[in-house]
Nanobody, 122 residues
Framework: QVQLVESGGGLVQAGGSLRLSCVAS????????MGWFRQAPGKEREFVGA????????NYLDSVKGRFTISADTIKNTVYLQMNSLKPEDTAVYYC???????????????WGQGTQVTVSS
């Protein structure tokens, strides 16, 4: 069992930046995939991006490409989501999640954090 704890959310003005962190409770393994998702009020949860612990391969939602960057620190068992040039439409609860790096990167994650709120004001 893996427990994930997010932090770093908050209120920021449009154009600003935030960095979210997700700490995993146990030693990571190289074939795991760590993803970030978000859910805005009244909308379904959507995939934001994911990264592999080992090789750093990444995948992103089109609307965040060039603005968001995911990275992993295997020594700290922490995954980061650096969000730049934030827009009001990025407002959502952000969740990190983990699964073995097989199949579709955008779905079927086994482990989830509790979420952290990001609010972008215009």
């Amino acid at each position: 069992q893996v427990q994930l704890v997010e932090s770093g959310g908050g209120l920021v003005q449009a154009g600003g930046s935030l960095r979210l962190s997700c700490v995993a409770s146990r030693r990571t393994i190289s074939n795991y995939l760590m993803g970030w998702f978000r859910q805005a009020p009244g909308k379904e949860r959507e995939f934001v991006g994911a990264v592999t612990w080992s090789g750093g391969a990444r995948n992103y939602l089109d609307s965040v490409k060039g603005r968001f960057t995911i990275s992993a620190d295997t020594i700290k068992n922490t995954v980061y989501l650096q969000m730049n040039s934030l827009k009001p439409e990025d407002t959502a609860v952000y969740y990190c999640a983990g699964k073995k790096a097989v199949g579709d990167w955008t779905r079927d994650y086994d482990y989830w954090g509790q979420g952290t709120q990001v609010t972008v004001s215009s």
